[in-house]
């Protein structure tokens, strides 16, 4: 969060504006109560725009940054919409990458002139890390993690198990850590293969651990949210039982303890962010991954690597291996692309050759009209991709 002020304040010392765009309303506050004391040393006014704000404070978010007097923004997918106008945006930070459409990123960017992208998350989506190798996104790596924290011990339990995790689980509360307890969905939907909801299971845990259990889940109005979080890191509940609505934006040190279940239904991004809830403090962690056999191979190699390794680029390389990079010219963020002409592993010293071919094109004729222009663009709309050409900067 620190990194990215410092490249928006750069914005702001060059005459522009910066905005911040977090997937959650929970994530979005955070990040404001963290820049904000920075900014304001600064000297530099920021504000938070959000789908629940009052008409009125909506009103003087979008009229300071029309104007250009409100330099800096942190909010939701608020920032999307048609009525947020920008006097020069000049930086878009996309938090959490892989929770936005490809859509939505370019949404952002359309709304200023040139304006760059910096995107951060723990786990690199497939098509973010195919485009790095592209050259098409340069990678930094913050590969050293905040003092004091451990590795969570991450393992593989099959659901016949149930009942030995909750007796853990009791024995855990005994001395006074919190869990997290996450589930596929809300509430019981009757047909979708057994899978355990939140709804229900809190409903379970309850009747053991009493009113030290609360539920989350992203159907709850904000201010109810708010309340279960705040009852959870203050201490009034010890057992959290959620659904993916805790995967950004949620910082409990105290909390040691990850049950997630129907582990095999989930994607190796959700399972490291979700792992990630905990072993925020000094304190041993543990993650369970609750799987109901049999799994496909795919399955299983997912829940395999999350339990090897906590680098979150080894994981994107995993997931990219298991998903395919998507499309470079489109939308689609995993999948194999409609068109194959190379490899990526296979072609790699063709690939820079190709790579410093296109930048001295682009150099030279930058709007494509000379000969090799025209040229390129008939392979493009042979291909069908001269409209998708923009989504390359998203």
């Given at each position: 969060?620190?990194?990215?002020?410092?490249?928006?304040?750069?914005?702001?010392?060059?005459?522009?504006?910066?905005?911040?765009?977090?997937?959650?309303?929970?994530?979005?506050?955070?990040?404001?109560?963290?820049?904000?004391?920075?900014?304001?040393?600064?000297?530099?006014?920021?504000?938070?725009?959000?789908?629940?704000?009052?008409?009125?404070?909506?009103?003087?978010?979008?009229?300071?940054?029309?104007?250009?007097?409100?330099?800096?923004?942190?909010?939701?997918?608020?920032?999307?919409?048609?009525?947020?106008?920008?006097?020069?945006?000049?930086?878009?930070?996309?938090?959490?990458?892989?929770?936005?459409?490809?859509?939505?990123?370019?949404?952002?960017?359309?709304?200023?002139?040139?304006?760059d992208i910096l995107a951060m998350t723990a786990t690199p989506i497939p098509r973010t890390l195919q485009m790095s190798a592209y050259g098409d996104m340069d990678v930094?790596?913050?590969?050293?993690?905040?003092?004091?924290?451990?590795?969570?011990?991450?393992?593989?339990?099959?659901?016949?198990?149930?009942?030995?995790?909750?007796?853990?689980?009791?024995?855990?509360?005994?001395?006074?850590?919190?869990?997290?307890?996450?589930?596929?969905?809300?509430?019981?939907?009757?047909?979708?293969?057994?899978?355990?909801?939140?709804?229900?299971?809190?409903?379970?845990?309850?009747?053991?651990?009493?009113?030290?259990?609360?539920?989350?889940?992203?159907?709850?109005?904000?201010?109810?949210?708010?309340?279960?979080?705040?009852?959870?890191?203050?201490?009034?509940?010890?057992?959290?039982?959620?659904?993916?609505?805790?995967?950004?934006?949620?910082?409990?040190?105290?909390?040691?303890?990850?049950?997630?279940?129907?582990?095999?239904?989930?994607?190796?991004?959700?399972?490291?962010?979700?792992?990630?809830?905990?072993?925020?403090?000094?304190?041993k962690s543990v993650c369970l991954l609750l799987y109901q056999p049999p799994v496909s191979d795919t399955m299983r190699q997912r829940l395999t690597t999350i339990r090897?390794?906590?680098?979150?680029?080894?994981?994107?390389?995993?997931?990219?291996?298991?998903?395919?990079?998507g499309d470079m010219l489109g939308v689609k963020q995993s999948g194999l692309p409609d068109f194959r002409l190379a490899d990526l592993p296979a072609h790699t010293d063709?690939?820079?050759?190709?790579?410093?071919?296109?930048?001295?094109?682009?150099?030279?004729?930058?709007?494509?009209?000379?000969?090799?222009?025209?040229?390129?663009?008939?392979?493009?709309?042979?291909?069908?991709?001269?409209?998708?050409?923009?989504?390359?900067?998203?």
């Amino acid at each position: 969060t620190v990194v990215a002020l410092l490249a928006m304040l750069a914005a702001v010392e060059a005459g522009r504006q910066a905005a911040l765009l977090a997937p959650t309303e929970i994530l979005a506050r955070q990040h404001l109560a963290t820049l904000a004391p920075l900014a304001a040393r600064a000297g530099v006014a920021i504000d938070l725009l959000t789908g629940r704000d009052a008409a009125n404070r909506r009103t003087a978010v979008l009229l300071g940054l029309a104007d250009g007097t409100l330099p800096l923004v942190v909010g939701t997918h608020a920032l999307l919409q048609d009525d947020v106008r920008f006097q020069d945006l000049a930086l878009a930070v996309i938090d959490e990458q892989h929770r936005f459409g490809v859509d939505q990123r370019l949404a952002l960017t359309e709304k200023g002139t040139a304006v760059d992208i910096l995107a951060m998350t723990a786990t690199p989506i497939p098509r973010t890390l195919q485009m790095s190798a592209y050259g098409d996104m340069d990678v930094s790596a913050i590969r050293e993690k905040p003092p004091g924290r451990t590795p969570v011990d991450t393992r593989a339990i099959p659901m016949d198990r149930l009942e030995e995790v909750v007796d853990g689980l009791a024995r855990h509360l005994a001395t006074g850590a919190k869990a997290f307890w996450v589930c596929p969905r809300v509430e019981d939907g009757g047909d979708l293969g057994g899978l355990t909801d939140a709804t229900g299971r809190a409903a379970t845990l309850g009747s053991r651990f009493g009113k030290r259990v609360g539920l989350v889940h992203g159907r709850m109005a904000s201010a109810d949210k708010d309340a279960v979080m705040t009852a959870f890191a203050d201490g009034d509940v010890d057992v959290l039982v959620a659904t993916t609505v805790v995967e950004v934006g949620v910082n409990v040190p105290s909390a040691t303890l990850m049950v997630i279940e129907h582990a095999e239904r989930f994607g190796l991004a959700q399972l490291h962010q979700l792992r990630g809830r905990v072993g925020r403090g000094t304190d041993k962690s543990v993650c369970l991954l609750l799987y109901q056999p049999p799994v496909s191979d795919t399955m299983r190699q997912r829940l395999t690597t999350i339990r090897d390794t906590d680098d979150g680029f080894a994981i994107a390389e995993a997931d990219l291996a298991l998903r395919g990079a998507g499309d470079m010219l489109g939308v689609k963020q995993s999948g194999l692309p409609d068109f194959r002409l190379a490899d990526l592993p296979a072609h790699t010293d063709l690939l820079a050759i190709a790579h410093d071919d296109a930048r001295v094109l682009l150099a030279n004729d930058p709007d494509l009209t000379g000969p090799r222009g025209e040229a390129v663009r008939t392979l493009l709309y042979l291909w069908e991709r001269d409209a998708a050409i923009r989504y390359l900067g998203t």
